[in-house]
């Protein structure tokens, strides 16, 4: 099938506040769910720490994370053969030191776990320390999945400050970047927030959904953004609900048209350790 005659895919942004009570956060995900799936979503993207969140940090972390293979992901796989979509959720998995945790974001459908990935980029800065709590990801081959033709890669919050991340997703031949997220609100961090979702698509050239917690920890403005950064669905400040935009490669293949970027660029990213400061001012 050609990429004309796929057909759009319906892509959803769900925003919501998760807790300490993980049967609670899973009975407000199956909620979520058949609300985009009667909408016409095939692929729900939930925030960062679904499963489980406590804010500050504290040692309940550890004590509620668990294997990628585990309950949480066992209760999304069953939610995703309900409503017939894939899921798209950020979770607490065991770390490997038994104190700290990963931040991972796992992608499932009716019959199980189609790719994970672990955060990156951890969030030590505005004053906060994620690292004493997670550790991150290692630096590796990005996995992607497909939904109905469309390909789709994943990463979290802190990970969109940092191009590379999605121009690397880019060269995997990602068509949809699902960015998982507690985006914490501060002076300026929701400017920060749109502005660079909007150029993560535009400078890529693919599109961009990300699902963030609504105030008054996250920014919220889940959002949906085309290849040629235009919002295509949003949710807003609303503290709870869900946005969907359907979404096709021949929007993608317009653009570049226009716009070969991709192909012009002369520097390419590779995997590999991260750069060092060696002198003068930071």
């Not at 500050?56 to 999304?76: C, I, K, Q, T």
């Not at 991709?262 to 002198?279: I, K, N, S």
Request: net charge negative.
């Amino acid at each position: 099938m050609t990429d004309e005659e796929l057909p759009a895919v319906g892509v959803a942004v769900a925003q919501f506040a998760p807790s300490d009570d993980r049967a609670v956060n899973l009975e407000t995900i199956d909620r979520l769910t058949a609300l985009g799936a009667r909408r016409g979503a095939r692929l729900m993207l939930f925030p960062e720490y679904s499963s489980y969140f406590v804010d500050p940090f504290d040692d309940r972390l550890a004590a509620h994370a668990e294997p990628v293979e585990g309950a949480f992901s066992s209760e999304l796989i069953t939610i995703a053969a309900r409503h017939g979509v894939h899921i798209v959720a950020g979770m607490l998995e065991q770390g490997s030191d038994g104190r700290r945790v990963r931040n991972t974001v796992v992608a499932v459908d009716g019959s199980g776990i189609v790719a994970r990935y672990r955060k990156l980029h951890l969030y030590d800065a505005f004053g906060q320390r994620e690292s004493d709590w997670v550790e991150p990801g290692e630096v590796g081959a990005p996995e992607t999945f497909v939904v109905d033709g469309l390909r789709v890669g994943l990463m979290t919050c802190y990970d969109l400050r940092f191009p590379e991340v999605t121009r690397l997703l880019a060269d995997a031949g990602a068509d949809l970047v699902l960015v998982a997220a507690e985006w914490v609100r501060g002076p300026l961090k929701e400017h920060h927030w749109r502005t660079l979702l909007h150029a993560r698509a535009i400078e890529n050239t693919f599109f961009v959904a990300a699902a963030d917690h609504p105030p008054p920890l996250g920014v919220g403005h889940s959002m949906i953004v085309d290849p040629q950064g235009v919002e295509r669905a949003a949710v807003g400040i609303a503290a709870e609900d869900v946005a969907v935009a359907h979404l096709d490669r021949q929007a993608i293949a317009r653009v570049r048209r226009v716009n070969p970027a991709l192909q012009l660029r002369r520097l390419r990213v590779v995997p590999g350790e991260p750069a060092t400061f060696t002198g003068g001012d930071a």
